[in-house]
């Protein structure tokens, strides 16, 4: 076997001597966000659902240290259409430009836009086809959520 015990007592060491340390270790990047970000008020159910992730995330703000502003664009595409020309699936793109910055300076820290794409069926009955929907929109704004945060912990 070509991994041996030896190995794999050595691994931590080899990881450690990488660089490799913990996002929310002790100096970690994110933890400085842990608490600290108040996050824009959102305006859409997007919006709402990309908030919660987020906070849920990097917690409720405490004490305003860092300001996140979002601004999301989303678009549903028809992607299967039957010889009746019904369509069958959708795909939901979404768009997120995000600002963190500085609350007591008002310096930008670092900004950026993330995109990623989600879809869902329309073959079943309307209630069906709704709850997919609103499903799809849910796991996409996840997805975005969890791209912004791996861009910001890396920043």
């Known amino acids: 076997m070509w991994l041996s015990r030896r190995h794999l007592l050595m691994l931590p060491l080899a990881l450690a001597a990488c660089g490799f340390q913990p996002v929310y ?47 999301v664009t989303t678009n549903q595409e028809g992607l299967a259409v039957d010889e009746e020309g019904n369509t069958a699936r959708y795909t939901l793109l979404a768009k997120v430009s995000y600002t963190l910055s500085d609350q007591n300076s008002g310096q930008v820290l670092t900004s950026g836009e993330v995109s990623n794409f989600t879809g869902y069926s329309a073959t079943g009955t309307t209630v069906a086809t709704l709850a997919a929907q609103k499903d799809a929109q849910a796991r996409l704004m996840t997805i975005v959520a969890d791209q912004i945060l791996t861009r910001l912990n890396n920043r």
Request: charged share 20%.
């Open 25 to 71: 270790g002790p100096q970690g990047g994110g933890s400085a966000l842990l608490g600290t970000t108040r996050i824009t008020a959102p305006q859409t159910r997007d919006g709402f659902i990309l908030q919660r992730q987020l906070e849920q995330r990097l917690g409720r703000s405490r004490t305003d240290q860092h300001h996140l502003a979002l601004a």
